[in-house]
């Protein structure tokens, strides 16, 4: 692998028959952390990778330690990609497949070998793609992106298809990859894997970016983030609680929820005007509660619920 | 450079429709020379040697099934096929971002098919031009058929440029309409259907000659124009079509189509998304 790159996206856009697909889009992406690319259907997660790698054409630039991709020489041996999820002619066998890409970045064929034994996939490196289920295919298709040892990985949904220990190999094998100094950028549905993997998030909907930095920030920043009381004069802390501006919600009688403020600061409020408290504790919202919260107005395809008989 | 010319050429040669394709070209094509051959010779032994002139025509028409004569050039034809591939199955297969992630430059990407296709295209034509011609000089040599003449060496130029161009402008045209199925439907249509059925249109408008006159400059009857060499060829083209546009400006008129083809090939495949 050569040095550490940081991805810098800056003004990226474009548009299809005049509708915009991805608006001045701009955000970094550091080495030695895996950053979760999220965005709902529509949102214009894979145009933005495209964009990045030169492959569609639209505004703004993508520079990987400072050189757009189509500068750079050897790109595989820089960067790796993954955006389709079956990028191979399906009778060139799976050996054949890497050797060609191999072949155009100066890769030795020995390394071919090794990134197949990597994947798992020696048993069947010399059996035709066609035969593949989509999970293999994934793993060849991760097997070429990483066949460069490349500083970064460009990543679009790479656990569809892999089945729950796939899921959890790629997840260490990305995790070991940003671990070791590589720049990982990885988009996925899968909420509870991204929590699970991320350290930092983009977040875009509509083409547009609505969040970008730590995975840490972005969950804290939703409203559902609260803190649970249980007490017998619930009813006096929840008047006090209104009165210092804060929002309560009664979840059942005796227990209330508290938006906007610390676990510490209720107890010091309640001990204050010697409110008796039987339990008190953070309820941090999901990476799904948050994301749904952030996106739920940028949805590009939205479901309504059927009503009765089948209509709207 | 060399590295897009090594992933076209592991590409080319790493799936196995570019080994039927050019194993049936060869035995279909050489296989047809030498039964016309067999039956000539046959027919030369029970009716008597053949006129020197009889025979010198015989040998590029051998070695090219008959194009030299009339007729598609059948090798040419099939070799293109690869020339689709070449270009259909980075489409088809979704390839080209593989392809396009591996080399930064479509430049390059983009001269590296075309040299590889044509590579391996003319050592196809090569390969059965020369098998053709010694399988027909097997047969024919004691009626005084020579392995190598002046005609032969002529038309062998002719036939490579010839197939050239063809394989180009069908790798041009996959290029363009990224799809191999039209291309294909494209690259036979256009000169086995289409252009005879705009000449034969042209020709019915009465008391006119100008049209038809335009027809002949249409790319593949030009192009016919540099396969064909012989006096006997000549003379079926002026039975069957009229007067004939020459070999130098056929050659000019086939080349330019090319040249534009690929040119808009070229333009398309740098600034389309991929």
């Not at chain 2, 070209?25 to 053949?50: I, K, N, Q």
């Not at chain 2, 038809?212 to 079926?236: C, H, Q, T």
């Amino acid at each position: 692998m050569s040095r550490m790159a940081v991805i810098q996206a800056r003004g990226l856009g474009k548009s299809y028959g005049g509708k915009p697909a991805v608006t001045d889009l701009s955000f970094d992406v550091h080495p030695g952390s895996v950053t979760g690319f999220l965005g709902p259907n529509g949102a214009g997660k894979s145009t933005t990778m495209r964009l990045m790698l030169g492959l569609d054409n639209g505004a703004g630039t993508t520079t990987f330690d400072g050189k757009p991709f189509i500068a750079l020489d050897h790109p595989m041996r820089h960067v790796g990609a993954l955006l389709e999820a079956k990028p191979f002619h399906p009778t060139r066998k799976a050996r054949n497949h890497l050797r060609m890409l191999a072949a155009a970045n100066r890769i030795p064929v020995s390394r071919v070998d090794e990134v197949l034994e990597q994947l798992g996939l020696t048993p069947v490196s010399k059996k035709k793609p066609k035969t593949f289920s989509l999970g293999m295919g994934q793993r060849l298709g991760l097997a070429a992106a990483l066949l460069g040892d490349p500083h970064t990985l460009i990543l679009d949904e790479p656990a569809n298809g892999l089945d729950p220990q796939g899921i959890q190999w790629m997840r260490e094998l990305l995790k070991g990859l940003a671990a070791s100094g590589r720049s990982v950028l990885v988009s996925s549905h899968l909420l509870s894997e991204m929590a699970l993997m991320a350290d930092h998030l983009v977040v875009i909907g509509r083409g547009k970016l609505i969040a970008s930095g730590p995975i840490e920030d972005f969950i804290k920043g939703a409203s559902k983030n609260s803190v649970i009381v249980r007490s017998p004069q619930v009813t006096d802390l929840a008047e006090l609680l209104h009165r210092k501006g804060l929002t309560v919600t009664v979840l059942e009688p005796g227990t209330i929820s508290v938006a906007g403020i610390e676990a510490a600061a209720v107890g010091d409020l309640a001990f204050e005007s010697s409110i008796r408290i039987h339990e008190l504790s953070n309820q941090q919202a999901t990476l799904e509660e948050a994301f749904l919260e952030a996106t739920g107005f940028a949805e590009e395809f939205q479901a309504h619920q059927l009503g009765e008989g089948g209509q709207q | 450079m060399i590295d897009a010319l090594r992933y076209e050429w592991l590409r080319i040669t790493t799936i196995r429709s570019t080994y039927w394709i050019s194993g049936i070209t060869l035995v279909f094509c050489v296989g047809l020379s030498f039964l016309v051959a067999m039956a000539s010779s046959f027919a030369f032994d029970s009716e008597g040697a053949p006129a020197i002139d009889e025979i010198t025509f015989l040998a590029p028409a051998l070695a090219t099934q008959f194009a030299s004569l009339q007729g598609p050039y059948i090798v040419a034809y099939i070799a293109t096929i690869i020339a689709v591939f070449a270009w259909g199955h980075e489409y088809r297969h979704g390839m080209i971002r593989a392809t396009l992630t591996a080399q930064g430059s479509r430049v390059t990407v983009w001269v590296a098919k075309y040299l590889v296709v044509a590579g391996w295209c003319l050592a196809l034509v090569v390969t059965a031009y020369l098998l053709s011609s010694l399988v027909s000089w097997l047969w024919l040599q004691d009626d005084g058929l020579a392995l190598v003449s002046d005609e032969w060496f002529e038309q062998f130029g002719r036939t490579v440029y010839y197939s050239l161009i063809f394989v180009w402008i069908a790798a041009a045209a996959t290029s363009i309409l990224r799809n191999q199925t039209a291309a294909l439907v494209a690259v036979y249509l256009w000169p086995l259907a289409i252009e005879p059925l705009i000449r034969l249109m042209l020709f019915a408008i009465p008391n006119t000659e100008q049209p038809e006159k335009l027809a002949r400059y249409l790319p593949f009857n030009a192009g016919d124009r540099v396969i064909r060499n012989s006096e006997a060829g000549r003379a079926l083209d002026a039975f069957l079509g009229g007067e004939q546009i020459s070999t130098e400006v056929g050659f000019v008129v086939f080349t330019g189509f090319a040249a534009l083809a690929m040119a808009v090939s070229l333009v398309l495949f740098t600034r389309r998304d991929a």
